[in-house]
């Protein structure tokens, strides 16, 4: 099967080197980060296409689902591969999706919105608009090597959220272009509301080819560090900045020890014992952040200006889920979990997580706006793993208490936090994907047989 795969897709794109099928390159293009969680680490690792294929235009995508959808094939769309959940692993062998080469940046408009195509790089999209007097408002901690349509398909947020939201949120994903996985693919055209079938669908519901994307006018930033005696301390200094509309800030994010132990590269910026504070904060505010810091008990450790995604220290690197990949390189035990606690309970929130769970949980908070521009303590605490019952009782308590938990340990759509309730995502499977051939597994909730034509 896969050489009569590969020799039809030599025939579907323009040159037939596009068409991959090395064991390694397969293997390689099969998996992204899913082994952050132990769970999912057993489930997937066999996991692998059978052929790869990298188009590098909308002609060629809509020729591929054509002959893989008169074949039945499965086809499995790859962005970078730099998610956590097992986005891109083919449940089902088939081809693989790599639109790396779909990577050209057309154009920054006038107000500040980028069309593009889904494999450019986020950090490429963060320097080149720089240039231009724009900036990306929120990407991942894999900001190099994240690709814009990856994280559109699989992402929801990160450093500029705690000012500009999520990617739901706010009007960032102005429109897409998506190719549909019907016995007829086509291009369809989402904007406004209707971007939301397709966002955070892990590509179980089309192929995303050409995206306009909203910046944000660009800031001069500079990141520090201050460290705190208590996690309380810097907790509440985190919070104040996140919340009060006065400050200009990117990142604000607070680590409690001894996760900064965990920060070896950066290990000047860290205290022993120490809760650690990072903000990405405007210049302009350097000073009046400094004199914040010291009256509410800390001592700023760093303070250097960010320069673009090659700032070295780039200390994004160590927040959002990076952090959890710095825990686990210093103890392999550790795993992670992803919550959202309640801004004004979360104190108790901590208190009873604590008393339950003493040092299994370590927190980790990522201030974020919501979809109602109220800002909320995100969370990607470290966790400690044992067993896979320990975890989802750990899990269960988190949303007993009132801890929101988006499950990163499955490999499915509707547990991992970012399902809509009103179901446009299945829906929109239904529709442009009634053969269930676009990453089958992922949508559990989709079946066949309720399609209606």
């Known amino acids: 099967m896969p050489d009569s795969l590969a020799a039809g897709l030599s025939e579907v794109v323009a040159d037939a080197a596009r068409v991959l099928t090395a064991p390694a390159v397969l293997d390689r293009l099969s998996h992204d980060f899913y082994w952050y969680s132990p769970v999912l680490r057993p489930k997937l690792v066999g996991k692998k296409g059978d052929v790869a ?15 893989a959808g008169e074949r039945g094939v499965p086809v499995t769309i790859r962005g ?3 998610g956590n959940y097992g ?27 980028a069309v593009c195509q889904p494999g450019l790089r986020l950090g490429a999209l963060e ?33 500029g959220s705690v000012s500009h939201g999520g ?43 050409r995206i306009w994307f909203a910046l944000a006018p660009a800031v001069e930033w500079t990141q520090m560090t201050a460290a705190f005696e208590t996690y309380d301390q810097g907790f509440s200094f985190t919070e104040s900045i996140a919340v009060n509309p006065v400050w200009t800030k990117r990142l604000a994010t607070v680590f409690e020890w001894p996760i900064p132990f965990f920060f070896t590269p950066v290990k000047q910026v860290v205290r022993a014992d120490k809760t650690l504070a990072l903000v990405m904060i405007a210049t302009a505010q350097v000073e009046a952040l400094r ?3 010291l009256a509410a008990g800390g001592e700023v450790t760093f303070a250097g200006a960010y320069e673009g995604p090659r700032t070295q220290p780039l200390l994004s690197d160590y927040t959002w889920n990076h952090t959890t990949l710095w825990a686990m390189k210093a103890d392999p035990a550790y795993t992670y979990l992803q919550c959202g606690f309640s ?32 800002v909320v303590p995100g969370a990607i605490p470290v966790v400690r793993f044992t067993t896979e019952e320990r975890l989802n009782d750990m899990i269960a308590y988190c949303r ?16 991992g936090g970012r399902f809509r309730p009103d179901n446009i995502q299945l829906l929109a499977k239904q529709k442009y994907d009634p053969r269930g051939l676009l990453n089958p597994g992922k949508m559990i909730s989709f079946r066949k047989q309720a399609v209606t034509r």
């Open 167 to 209: 990617l739901r949120d706010f009007d960032t994903v102005r429109a897409f272009e998506v190719v549909t996985m019907e016995e007829k693919p086509r291009v369809v055209l989402h904007e406004g509301a209707a971007v939301h079938e397709i966002l955070h669908a892990w590509g179980t519901n089309g192929v995303l080819t």
């Open 291 to 293: 004199a914040a810091a």
């Open 87 to 113: 986005q891109c692993v083919p449940l089902e062998g088939g081809i693989i999706l790599d639109l790396s080469l779909m990577d050209q940046l057309e154009q920054i408009t006038p107000d500040g919105v």
């Open 127 to 159: 320097t080149e608009a720089r240039k231009r007097g724009w900036e990306l408002r929120m990407y991942p901690s894999t900001l190099v090597k994240a690709s814009v349509g990856g994280f559109l398909a699989g992402g929801s947020g990160g450093i």
């Open 343 to 374: 801004p004004t309970e979360c104190r108790d929130q901590f208190r009873l997580l604590r008393e339950r769970y003493g040092q299994e949980i370590l927190f980790h908070i990522e201030f974020m706006k919501n979809g109602d521009g109220v």
């Open 80 to 82: 970078a591969g730099t």
């Open 400 to 415: 007993s208490i009132g801890v929101f938990v988006a499950n990163p340990h499955v490999n499915y759509l509707e547990d």
């Open 53 to 67: 294929v990298q188009p590098v235009n909308v002609d060629e995508v809509l020729g591929v689902l054509r002959f």
